[in-house]
């Protein structure tokens, strides 16, 4: 009969959350961070079909980074329930909270009886009437939830683009400049990457971008109330290039 | 135990499909769920209210549906502000006639449907996949058809792919009909039908497509008692959507009152009976 090895809990679960922190480590940052005209989902990816930012329901946006098929299921199951709530009660009743709760819930039970943890990090941001009443929340792969105010980072380098993010973000700012301010941040683990040199950071391209907005006003603006909005690679390429003729 | 073949797990992977889901974790809210038991003796089709005319037509860009606003039981109004033209999606609409209470669920299902499938998929579905779910919701209503309740939509949408309107129409075992020019359902649509047979053209401009919609919804309550027609008293219009290249609109009511007030006071200097 083979014996056993005593493993401490604290062990157990610092060696789940390296694993999970390492798989998260690998991917490209995401940046989702508010602002006048509503909420910016920016992130570095080069596919134009895998998707890392998605619309969940009517003000509610979704951004991830990690194990692609981990978080797409997540993203799935987030449309599931909110589609069944809006559905079975009424579209008011759907909230980012509602559902940043039952992702923390299914994350942190995957985290402590599953064999491996989720590899992923989320965002759950609801855009509201006026920037006070945005909803930001950040899931961790242990179900850890946090409600962040203006601006959060996921994924490999936070902490360079969060510092970054820390010295540019101006609340009054309109997408076109949230936007730029998200890749400037985001560009910024480029010079690091390269920092041996001193050269300075070349910014990202639309190509290599993802980005959407949650329109704060999107019956007026638009005539429909679901203010997801996926910024295409022209308009993308439009917007980063004026900012050059500043 | 046998060594679980990792290929079955791809068709047991969920659907796009918000009704599959529905079907499979929460059937009791599907509106098809509901069962009237053994059939009593009588209709229940007198019990609940009954929508009626909708007319759809296409038109040079686009298509075009209009409902009226009255709902009936029996020989009474139910309502006098009942809406049977809803957008299904940004790129189409529906309209319904039969029993009202079972035609607005599959409304608030299907246009559930539509769009969870454009988020999860992340592309919004075809014009004849919208048609074909839609043709599936009035089957899982046979039952329900059968004891007297029976929902028949008519469907319009603008055909990203092939650039134009198109439209369908139902019987309530679910089949799908392609119409070309126009058609229309409901108790009122033979007479509608009469004036649309005389009223449409090809290539109608948007503004004549409206006219002659509501021309023909003013016929169908000329001679339909279930169809109302424009009622000057409570400024009410019909409801009318168009749908083309740029997506679905309801025209504004302020136009709608327009054309019905020159309606009928051309009809009232025309001074005809009948």
């Given at each position: ?30 940046v ?6 509503g ?47 809006g ?9 980012a ?19 491996k ?36 980072v996921?994924?490999?380098q ?59 006003d ?5 005539g ?23 | 135990?046998?060594p ?37 003796n ?5 019990l ?46 529906l ?53 007297g309740?029976a ?33 229309s ?41 279930a ?9 009410l ?33 025309a001074?005809?009976?009948?």
């Amino acid at each position: 009969m083979t014996q056993q090895f005593y493993v401490s809990p604290e062990q157990l679960m610092k060696d789940r959350a390296d694993f999970a922190r390492k798989g998260i480590a690998r991917g490209r940052s995401v940046v989702v961070l508010t602002c006048r005209d509503g909420i910016a989902l920016v992130a570095e990816n080069p596919s134009p079909s895998l998707h890392k930012l998605s619309e969940i329901y009517d003000r509610i946006g979704f951004a991830a980074v990690g194990k692609y098929n981990e978080f797409e299921s997540l993203r799935q199951a987030g449309i599931r329930f909110a589609d069944v709530r809006g559905y079975s009660y009424s579209r008011d009743d759907v909230s980012a909270r509602g559902l940043a709760s039952v992702y923390a819930q299914s994350l942190g039970s995957v985290f402590t009886t599953e064999g491996k943890p989720f590899e992923v990090e989320l965002a759950v941001a609801e855009v509201g009437e006026d920037p006070y009443s945005d909803r930001l929340y950040r899931l961790n792969f242990d179900g850890s939830i946090a409600d962040e105010s203006n601006y959060t980072v996921m994924g490999g380098q936070a902490e360079i683009v969060n510092e970054a993010l820390s010295r540019s973000w101006n609340q009054d700012a309109d997408f076109a400049s949230a936007v730029r301010t998200a890749v400037k941040a985001l560009s910024a683990t480029r010079s690091a990457e390269g920092s041996g040199n001193g050269q300075a950071a070349e910014p990202l391209g639309a190509g290599l971008l993802e980005v959407a907005v949650l329109d704060r006003d999107p019956l007026s603006t638009r005539g429909t109330v679901r203010a997801f909005r996926r910024i295409n690679t022209v308009e993308l390429d439009r917007l980063l290039s004026s900012a050059e003729g500043d | 135990m046998a060594p679980r073949d990792p290929a079955d797990s791809i068709h047991q992977a969920p659907s796009s499909s918000f009704t599959d889901h529905l079907t499979r974790h929460r059937p009791e809210l599907l509106p098809s769920s509901r069962s009237l038991g053994p059939a009593s003796n009588g209709s229940a089709a007198e019990l609940a209210p009954q929508a009626t005319t909708i007319v759809s037509l296409t038109y040079a860009g686009g298509v075009l549906m209009a409902g009226d606003r009255r709902a009936t039981m029996g020989n009474m109004i139910a309502s006098r502000h009942i809406k049977k033209v809803f957008p299904a999606d940004h790129f189409s609409v529906l309209g319904i006639a039969g029993t009202a209470g079972l035609a607005l669920d599959m409304i608030r299902l299907f246009q559930v449907e539509l769009e969870h499938y454009e988020k999860i998929e992340g592309t919004p579905m075809s014009l004849d996949g919208k048609s074909n779910r839609l043709a599936a919701m009035v089957r899982s209503n046979l039952p329900l058809a059968l004891q007297g309740l029976a929902v028949v939509p008519l469907f319009a949408g603008f055909d990203t792919q092939r650039r134009t309107g198109r439209l369908f129409s139902y019987d309530v075992t679910g089949g799908r009909y392609e119409e070309y020019e126009h058609h229309s359902v409901g108790s009122g649509s033979v007479f509608a039908r009469g004036a649309l047979k005389k009223l449409w053209q090809p290539n109608l401009d948007e503004e004549d497509a409206v006219r002659v919609a509501v021309e023909s919804l003013y016929d169908a309550a000329d001679d339909d008692s279930a169809t109302g027609g424009p009622d000057m008293v409570r400024r009410l219009w019909p409801v009318v959507y168009v749908v083309n290249s740029a997506g679905n609109r309801e025209i504004p009511e302020r136009e709608l009152q327009q054309l019905s007030r020159d309606l009928i006071s051309r009809r009232t200097a025309a001074g005809l009976e009948a």
